[in-house]
Nanobody, 121 residues
Framework: QVQLVESGGGLVQPGGSLRLSCAAS????????MGWYRQGPGKQRELVAA???????NYADSVKGRFTISRDNTKNTVYLQMNSLKPEDTAVYYC???????????????WGQGTQVTVSS
């Protein structure tokens, strides 16, 4: 099993920055890709950014150029650096980790508890 704990959320003004962290524990040797999702008020959960075990990344179009995902495999931690924050970035941000189950593309997805990010003047 994998346990994920997020931290770093809070209240920030538009144009400001926050850095989210997600620490993994448990069966950390089995983790493949990791990522950040968010769910804003009245919205569906959406992918923000993802990073593979070999550090390939992808981002939602809405955050490209502003957010950066990274991981430190020695610390079993994934980060999301958020710059130039906008009010529409307000959401609960969730960390995820995927553990491959076989070689046919199936995997187990684990989730953190979420951390609130509020962007407001």
């Amino acid at each position: 099993q994998v346990q994920l704990v997020e931290s770093g959320g809070g209240l920030v003004q538009p144009g400001g920055s926050l850095r989210l962290s997600c620490a993994a524990s448990g069966s950390i040797f089995s983790i493949g890709s990791m990522g950040w999702y968010r769910q804003g008020p009245g919205k569906q959960r959406e992918l923000v950014a993802a990073i593979t075990s070999d550090s390939s990344t992808n981002y939602a179009d809405s955050v490209k150029g502003r957010f950066t995902i990274s991981r430190d495999n020695t610390k079993n931690t994934v980060y999301l650096q958020m710059n130039s924050l906008k009010p529409e970035d307000t959401a609960v941000y969730y960390c995820n980790a995927d553990r491959p189950l076989d070689y046919g593309g199936n995997y187990q997805r684990y989730w953190g508890q979420g951390t609130q990010v509020t962007v407001s003047s």
